[in-house]
């Protein structure tokens, strides 16, 4: 009771307020997206995604230097496909020669050390941009898992260290795991999106690899017959504890800021580590606010990332990675 108790004497000098302080953000909390395309000489900036961008693999070299001297030791690939190569089952995903696959061999022959993750998810390769096959205005689960697993297994065998399925078809866990297992891949990890919700927030990253649903008739013009409904909170944990019986490493909220009470719930429930995907949309919205003299960026980027790390995520997946890490040098 006051006078005996004073809050203010924890926080009188930042000596005192370092010392007690409960959370801090370091290089090893992050996983940093990268883009890839085609091409020679390529660092495009992404519209909506200011100061981020797509590289072609020789600069995709660069950036994996960059980032290492940083002390930025995960990265989580995605691929930005060309038209001609999309179709409805993603088959350009399946080349060994794809532009995924020569991403991972890239980045393990620049960096062998640095831990490659990739996304699983036929989205980026699919004409319609839909996550699975799309038949009769539906997309179809079980014919989707056996191409992830087949995806999968072609990027253990390119390289990658992780594979990160981000289409919420249920028992895909399960398919990869048990391809992988047979193939010899025992040691490739499984990073699940287990809780990831139908967002509005990841509009960006559909501009970032132009892979939005398209607007034509019999496919769905949204992801919400697989993607969770943000409404829901028992149903994050019942998703992700079946990814984990399925063999799932380590599981995924998404998106971040957002959703942070799942994060928690997630973090007291489960007993593997807990990563969040703080998204495009959550970077775009405070580069923009930041552009405008709104908000200090650097202020509110470390406040963001303190509170998704503080309600219980082991790993972040972030955009302001390399931001973060130079301002704490
Ligand atoms: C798709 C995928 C998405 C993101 C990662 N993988 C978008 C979507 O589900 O439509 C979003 C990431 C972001 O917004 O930063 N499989």
Do not use: F, Q
């Given at each position: 009771m006051y006078p005996l108790r004073r809050h203010r004497r924890l926080r009188q000098s930042e000596a005192i307020r370092a010392l007690v302080r409960e959370t801090t953000i370091n290089p090893n909390d992050f996983l940093v997206p990268l883009f890839v395309v085609e091409g020679k000489g390529v660092k495009e900036e992404i519209a909506s995604m200011p100061n981020y961008y797509r590289f072609s693999l020789d600069l995709l070299e660069k950036e994996v230097k960059t980032l290492w001297k940083l002390g930025l030791k995960a990265v989580l690939l995605f691929v930005k496909v060309p038209?001609?190569?999309?179709d409805n089952s993603g088959t350009?995903?399946?080349?060994?020669?794809?532009l995924m696959q020569r991403a991972i061999m890239t980045v393990k022959n620049t960096c062998p050390d640095m831990l490659v993750m990739t996304d699983v998810a036929l989205d980026p390769y699919s004409s319609f941009g839909h996550d699975g096959i799309v038949h009769g205005g539906q997309i179809l689960n079980d014919e989707t898992n056996s191409i992830l697993a087949e995806m999968s297994l072609s990027h253990a065998q390119a390289g990658a260290d992780f594979v990160a399925p981000?289409?919420?078809?249920?028992g895909r866990i399960f398919e990869i795991r048990s391809l992988l297992e047979d193939e010899g891949f025992?040691?490739?990890g499984i990073m699940s999106y287990s809780a990831k919700y139908a967002s509005g927030f990841y509009g960006p990253f559909r501009d970032a690899l132009d892979s939005a649903p398209v607007?034509?008739?019999?496919?769905?013009?949204?992801?919400q017959t697989y993607q969770m409904d943000p409404?829901?909170?028992?149903e994050a944990i019942r998703e992700t504890q079946m990814d984990i019986d399925e063999g799932a490493d380590i599981v995924m909220v998404k998106p971040g800021l957002a959703y942070l009470d799942i994060v928690r719930d997630i973090k007291n429930t489960v007993d593997v580590p807990v990563a969040v995907y703080q998204v495009s949309g959550e970077y775009a919205m405070l580069k923009a606010a930041a552009e405008k003299g709104w908000l200090d960026h650097d202020a509110v980027m470390m406040e963001q990332l303190i509170s998704i790390k503080r309600a219980g995520a082991n790993i972040i997946a972030s955009y302001f990675a390399k931001d973060v890490v130079k301002l704490l040098s």
């Open positions: 038209d001609n190569l999309k350009e995903a399946l080349n060994p020669e794809g981000s289409d919420m078809m249920d025992h040691n490739t607007d034509i008739k019999d496919v769905p013009k949204d992801k409404a829901n909170r028992m």
